[in-house]
């Protein structure tokens, strides 16, 4: 029986569909198993980013690595499906399968389970040669049709599940390329989100994630405020958590919908940067006024909820003072965390050809400044967390002392928990928790928080 291992780059997107090809081949019966660069499994299904050169430098190392040790790396993604040639000179034992068709590989296992007896005995050599015929057959996968496929019954590689509900992207912004890689922005019909979630649910899911290209442009007979009312109202246990979201789409309304006590208070502003010139250049459709309601809006309605953001350094016509603008809002809105990284050209965007560029050192030094006060945030709101009751959901860890569990809070802080009756809760149960100190001293691994399960 052939091996199978998956290895994603990127987005949560990217996280929930290889959980689908996962849980895909293991219906089928195929052993998946960790991925193991020096000893490979025999076939490697590799889900690319494009949004920066260096997610695709990482992606190109570790194809070649996996293609020398004799694996038949299948490669999809939005890398392959906006450079497809380069992808495939890497190695000959390397099969590209665009973004657009990486629905076909939910098809693959089935597919390949009766021609597995053909291509084993000698499958070193034919292996990506049957895969390729298999993937690219006229019945294999829908393309752009099957976005939604991904509904995987099992999560191999985190506790809590993901729901898609939205694909794609309508806006133009100047550095990104990703609209160009996953189309025009699409949606999960209401009703097909609400029996997906309700099946994660009946299934003892404790947690969803709603995530998307961008979910703030769900829209399929109700935006994404009316479908978080109406996933609500249409369950009655799981907690919802949302994936990034967009400054402008924090409404009065939106957030009525959110201050649910099951919506969880943890929010990711995809800002970008705080200066207007910037954003305008970057062809963002709000002002930092906005980006200051949005956060002021979510605080109003969840008891100091976890605030991250996404900040670009370096990108080009951001000045010095640009980049303070972007400093001193950071500074005043007080975010939990900063995922700060530097401005990548990317072809096919309108940045690509702009020409003012500041130089290295400066753009390092703007990303020092960033996670400086990321990690200043970050203790700030994690010592602000002790001494609080907060819900868990239990993730999977082999090195967790005995009597003890990791957990990740409704706030996405990570918490080393004691069970008080010296037993461990499974992965994926959901218990009720102090938060007793912060993971300032020596702890086995980089916990935030240890608490006690109550």
């Not at 006060?373 to 090195?399: C, F, M, P, T, W």
Request: charged share 25%; net charge neutral; proline share 6%.
């Amino acid at each position: 029986m052939l091996s199978i291992s998956i290895y994603t780059l990127g987005c949560k997107l990217n996280q929930l569909e290889s959980e689908a090809i996962a849980d895909a081949f293991r219906d089928a019966g195929f052993p998946v198993i960790p991925l193991n660069e020096d000893e490979p499994a025999d076939v490697v299904v590799v889900n690319t980013c494009t949004v920066t050169s260096k997610a695709e430098q990482k992606a190109r190392r570790i194809i070649r690595k996996l293609a020398a040790n004799n694996a038949c790396v299948i490669v999809s993604g939005c890398y392959a499906q906006m450079n497809p040639q380069a992808v495939a000179a890497i190695d000959r034992r390397v099969v590209v399968l665009a973004g657009d068709r990486k629905s076909a590989l939910l098809d693959l296992p089935a597919a390949l389970a009766p021609a597995e007896g053909s291509v084993c005995e000698h499958y070193a050599p034919s292996l990506p040669d049957s895969v390729s015929r298999l993937l690219h057959s006229p019945v294999s996968g829908a393309g752009r049709l099957e976005q939604f496929r991904y509904t995987p019954d099992t999560f191999s590689f985190h506790s809590r599940a993901f729901l898609k509900i939205q694909d794609g992207c309508d806006r133009r912004c100047a550095y990104c390329r990703v609209r160009l890689a996953r189309g025009a922005s699409v949606s999960l019909e209401p009703e097909r989100a609400l029996n997906q979630l309700r099946a994660l649910e009946e299934k003892g899911c404790r947690e969803a994630a709603l995530t998307g290209v961008n979910i703030n442009q769900y829209n399929s007979g109700m935006d994404l405020t009316g479908l978080v009312s109406y996933l609500l109202k249409g369950t009655q246990r799981i907690r919802i958590r949302l994936s990034s979201i967009e400054p402008d789409g924090v409404t009065e309304a939106f957030c009525a919908a959110i201050a649910d006590a099951r919506v969880c208070p943890h929010f990711h502003l995809s800002v970008q940067a705080g200066g207007d010139a910037t954003l305008a250049k970057m062809m963002r459709p709000y002002t930092r006024e906005v980006v200051e309601r949005s956060a002021a809006l979510l605080r109003s309605v969840k008891d100091d909820p976890f605030l991250g953001c996404d900040i670009i350094a370096g990108f080009p016509t951001e000045t010095a003072a640009d980049f303070e603008e972007t400093l001193d809002l950071c500074g005043r809105i007080g975010f939990a965390w900063i995922h700060a990284f530097p401005y990548s050209p990317r072809p096919g965007t309108a940045a690509f050809c702009f020409k003012e560029k500041a130089p290295e050192r400066e753009i390092s030094r703007r990303i020092d400044a960033l996670l400086a006060l990321a990690h200043e945030g970050r203790r700030s709101y994690i010592n602000r967390q002790i001494g609080k009751r907060a819900e868990a959901v239990i993730e999977a860890a082999d090195d967790t002392p005995p009597g003890f569990a990791v957990g990740t809070t409704e706030t996405y802080l990570k918490a080393l928990l004691q069970a008080p009756d010296g037993g461990t809760p499974r992965a994926g149960d959901a218990v009720s928790c102090i938060l007793t100190d912060a993971g300032h001293a020596p702890l086995p691994r980089a916990y935030d928080m240890r608490g006690t399960i109550l």
